[in-house]
Antibody, heavy 119, light 107 residues
């Protein structure tokens, strides 16, 4: 069974770039027809989809974040990465990576990592 | 973008109750609708995909229905482990969106 694990700094200063990595184990990131997404959740709030990447490298992003987001894939390391630039306190959230099952439903999730934006 | 509206935002129910949560899309999304359960401090868990298909390993007391703009998640007999927050998510548009969530609390 595939497992996902997010990693990265838990504290980022305002105006800087948030960078996270999702490491996939238990299967190759490039096998099967899967998209890999980043999703975030502010404390006590709902879920917000950030964007996704296919194994080919093609991407889709949330229009409200598109100008600040880059998602990339490293098949050799079995990792997906998220970069979010010019962060503000509004970007403070738990960030999840998730696998799309093929029905565009997220059937596998990482445990999430809390990122706080503060000086 | 496709807006997803869930109702109610919260509900109180007892063990054994039948619980129904609704999700409405701002435009027709066919059957491209998924449901998740989230417990505090945990990642969401996929329950239902494609409106009515039960994810492997999910108890059969969970069921989903609907198409177009109106969808329903039903728990036929609420169990203690079902107290959680439930989210719908549309997969019709390439801009994926979630509903605001429904918190199911103990009565």
């Amino acid at each position: 069974q595939v497992q996902l694990q997010e990693s990265g700094p838990g504290l980022v200063k305002p105006s800087q770039t948030l960078s996270l990595t999702c490491t996939v184990s238990g299967g190759s990131i490039s096998s099967g027809s899967h998209y890999w997404s980043w999703i975030r959740q502010s404390t006590g709030k709902g879920l917000e989809w950030i964007g996704r990447i296919y194994t080919s490298g093609s991407t889709n992003y949330n229009p409200s974040l598109k100008s600040r987001v880059t998602i990339s894939i490293d098949t050799a390391k079995n990792q997906i990465s998220l970069s979010l630039s010019s962060v503000t306190a509004a970007d403070t959230a738990v960030y999840y990576c998730a696998r799309d099952s093929g029905a565009v439903a997220f059937d596998s999730w990482g445990q999430g990592t809390l990122v706080t934006v503060s000086s | 973008d496709v807006q997803m509206t869930q109702s109610p935002p919260s509900l109180s129910a007892s063990v054994g109750d039948r619980v129904t949560i609704t999700c409405r899309a701002s435009q027709g999304i066919s059957r491209n609708l998924n449901w998740y359960q989230q417990k505090p401090g945990k990642a969401p868990k996929l329950l239902i995909y494609a409106a009515s298909r039960l994810q492997s390993g999910v108890p059969s007391r969970f069921s989903g229905s609907g198409s177009g703009t109106d969808f329903t998640l039903t728990i036929s007999s609420l169990q203690p482990e079902d107290f959680a927050t439930y989210y719908c998510q549309q997969s019709y548009s390439t801009f994926l969106t979630f509903g605001g969530g429904t918190k199911v609390e103990i009565k």
